[in-house]
């Protein structure tokens, strides 16, 4: 059965940059209402210690990505899963979210796309071809996949690529 991206495209004023994933996990717990919501996924807890912030709600959520002028979507609008399964391996029929991202791209001037995998990035790469091309100005940046069951890296050293990589944070005055 084919399942719609629960959460949209966040765009905050000011885009500087966009973070990519590949489509959310199945949302166990109806607590987690934004991004990253399956409980499992690092990338809340990795990000707060990024940052050296609370990011206990949706509201703080989008505090930091709008004080980061980082828009935040997913390539993938619509897919199946076989097995049930929450791996990018076992996404299928994707529809990918074309309009968003590239209104996304077109109306801000962006520095820097992020992608959360090298799956995220491999799909960017393949089906947004013209817009790389049309945007040579914009730099692709692959951060290290916030699954738990991407073991090559520890959690630690996940979160000094993501320090090393991701935008300083500027607290608008």
């Known amino acids: ?41 690092q990338f809340w807890p990795m990000m707060e210690k990024v940052y050296e ?18 828009a935040i979507t997913d390539i993938i609008l619509t897919c199946e899963r076989r097995a049930n399964s929450n791996l990018d391996m076992n996404l299928i029929n994707m529809v990918f979210n074309t309009e968003a991202i590239e209104k996304v791209i077109k109306e801000n001037k962006l520095k820097v796309i992020y992608f959360s995998s090298r799956f995220a990035e491999k799909l960017f790469r393949k089906n947004f071809k013209i817009v790389i091309l049309e945007y040579p100005e914009i730099s692709l940046v692959t951060l290290p996949s916030p699954s738990p069951r ?11 690529k993501y320090k090393d990589l991701l935008p300083k944070l500027r607290i608008r005055e």
């Open 1 to 41: 059965m084919a399942e719609n991206h629960p959460f949209g495209t966040f765009v905050p004023k000011n885009t500087k940059y966009l973070f990519l994933g590949s489509f959310t996990g199945k949302v166990e717990n109806p607590s987690y209402d934004w991004f990253y919501a399956n409980g499992r996924n």
């Open 53 to 70: 912030i609370d990011l206990s709600t949706k509201a703080k959520k989008q505090e930091l990505f709008t004080n980061l002028g980082m």
């Open 150 to 160: 991407y073991a090559a890296m520890t959690k630690v050293e996940k979160i000094k």
